[in-house]
């Protein structure tokens, strides 16, 4: 499984691409994939849901939008794990392209000659597709879209 980031946001399963719903999925989705791995407190998650008028009841709005992104997601829907007081994304390292672009730059700047730099930065640029972190990259992902 790959979840990409760098332009719009799309997660590759072993089946295709998973057809993610809504823009609070994505939304939610997007927000987990900044920390993969940490988690994200449901107050965060509700800003990045919401950023104008947050529902009444936020713990059981979040609730509600992460049981839709685990079906969405199907079998991987697994890795959204509720850890109070929120959620995280139980990924493996690599399977986000933004965490893979840092590991081939790093890769390139440990290279022991400039045709192995050469082509470890041309892998890394061809994850990139768009603008990272696509629709939300002026929103609640702003800082990590604009980010060297």
Same mark, same amino acid.
């Given at each position: 499984? $790959? +979840? &990409?980031?760098?332009?719009?946001? @799309?997660? /590759?399963?072993?089946?295709?691409?998973a057809? $993610?719903?809504? !823009?609070?999925?994505?939304? $939610?989705? %997007?927000?987990?994939?900044? %920390?993969?791995?940490?988690?994200?407190?449901?107050? &965060?998650?509700?800003?990045?849901?919401w950023?104008?008028?947050?529902?009444?009841n936020?713990?059981?709005?979040?609730?509600?939008?992460?049981? *839709?992104? &685990? /079906?969405? =997601?199907?079998?991987?829907?697994?890795?959204?794990? %509720?850890?109070?007081?929120?959620? =995280?994304?139980?990924? !493996?390292?690599?399977?986000?392209?933004?965490?893979?672009?840092? #590991?081939r730059l /790093?890769?390139?700047?440990?290279?022991?000659?400039? %045709?192995?730099?050469? !082509? @470890? $930065?041309?892998?890394? =640029?061809?994850?990139? *597709?768009?603008? #990272?972190?696509? @629709? +939300?990259?002026?929103?609640?992902? &702003?800082?990590?879209?604009?980010?060297?």
């Open positions: 499984m $790959l +979840f &990409r980031v760098l332009g719009p946001l @799309e997660v /590759r399963t072993d089946g295709g691409p057809v $993610l719903g809504g !823009a609070r999925s994505r939304a $939610l989705l %997007t927000a987990l994939l900044l %920390t993969p791995r940490e988690l994200v407190p449901v107050h &965060r998650l509700a800003q990045a849901l950023p104008q008028d947050e529902p009444g936020v713990d059981n709005a979040v609730h509600s939008a992460v049981s *839709r992104l &685990r /079906r969405a =997601l199907g079998p991987a829907g697994g890795l959204v794990v %509720t850890r109070p007081p929120g959620y =995280l994304l139980d990924v !493996a390292r690599g399977s986000v392209d933004a965490e893979v672009f840092e #590991a /790093r890769a390139a700047a440990a290279a022991p000659d400039a %045709t192995a730099a050469v !082509a @470890e $930065l041309d892998d890394a =640029l061809a994850l990139w *597709r768009g603008p #990272a972190y696509g @629709e +939300f990259a002026d929103g609640f992902a &702003r800082a990590a879209a604009n980010s060297p």
